[in-house]
């Protein structure tokens, strides 16, 4: 059964950081490109980040350029995302995908894989 396992995320005071993982089980994520999304309450998801499968990082969210930087580590089949300065208004709950990839965003790919989602709250 192939899954994109996600942990991380969690309560963290402004300012602090966070690492959410997500790694494939069933699935060698570095044939793939991943993706970030989020979506808070009451608004659309959106794409946050993406690396392809040469390690390029060819767009990043502009509200967290800066501040997020997403990798892979090949050996332990993982994608990361290390989140730094974290506000309130990067609350919302992440989920990492199987995605198409490229200096415009995030694409849905015909058949993807998504993780289970992992909720990320910012207090001030």
């Known amino acids: 059964q192939v899954q994109l396992v996600q942990s991380g995320g969690g309560l963290v005071q402004s300012g602090g950081s966070l690492t959410l993982s997500c790694r494939g089980s069933?699935?060698?994520?570095?044939?793939?490109?991943i993706g970030w999304f989020r979506q808070a309450p009451g608004k659309e998801r959106e794409g946050v980040s993406c690396?392809?499968?040469?390690?390029?990082?060819?767009y990043n969210l502009d509200s967290v350029k800066g501040r997020f930087t997403i990798s892979r580590d090949n050996a332990g089949n993982t994608v990361y995302l290390q989140m730094n300065s974290l506000k309130p208004e990067d609350t919302a709950v992440y989920y990492c995908a199987t995605v198409a990839c490229g200096k415009y965003g995030l694409g849905k790919l015909i058949d993807d894989y998504w993780g289970q989602g992992t909720q990320v709250t910012v207090f001030s």
């Open positions: 069933g699935l060698t994520l570095e044939y793939h490109a």
């Open positions: 690396i392809t499968t040469s390690d390029v990082v060819p």
